[in-house]
């Protein structure tokens, strides 16, 4: 009787630490794949440089939407978030993970929008080489939905979405 609780206690143990090591990996994963490269994108120019986006996959494990979570904007101006996310979005399509179907762009948890990874992985590429930036931002606007997955309207302007994201309300 004593040796089968001591193999139970055993057992119970092995999970727990099997459990333990996933969680860390699975973590470890979205830090060394997506949230590295994103802050070090950040960080690379001034303007973007006072942003905070808290990247990772959504849950952690869907790989099929990309969270980027605005936490901080420090001294950027309104549109440079956008500025930002093109930067985050050029370093994930050069790195090794891509930029997933999905890309969900929030305020404190709160969903604002949604963009199709493939529409901003081309703005992304696009923006730098663009000689009229207002062009590829206007463009990003149009591809944006809102949390109920509808496109903004055509009142929308690149101040009032960039302000909506910053803020997190209309």
């Not at 333990?20 to 979205?30: H, K």
């Not at 050069?94 to 992985?121: C, F, N």
């Amino acid at each position: 009787m004593e040796l089968r609780v001591q193999r139970e206690k055993k057992r119970r143990r092995s999970w727990v630490v099997a459990l333990v090591v996933l969680v860390a990996l699975v973590w470890g994963l979205n830090y060394v794949m997506i949230s590295r490269p994103v802050a070090a994108a950040l960080a690379a120019d001034p303007r973007t440089a006072g942003i905070t986006l808290a990247a990772h996959l959504r849950y952690f494990v869907d790989p099929t939407t990309l969270s980027l979570d605005l936490r901080g904007v420090g001294t950027a101006d309104t549109t440079d978030v956008f500025r930002g996310l093109f930067a985050a979005a050029k370093a994930l399509a050069d790195g090794s993970w891509g930029i997933p179907h999905t890309v969900s762009l929030s305020r404190g948890g709160a969903l604002v929008y949604t963009v199709a990874g493939d529409d901003l992985r081309q703005q992304a590429h696009d923006f730098p080489l663009a000689r009229k930036p207002a062009a590829i931002l206007g463009a990003l606007v149009r591809a944006l939905r809102g949390p109920d997955g509808k496109p903004l309207g055509p009142e929308a302007t690149v101040e009032s979405a960039a302000r909506r994201w910053v803020t997190g309300h209309p």
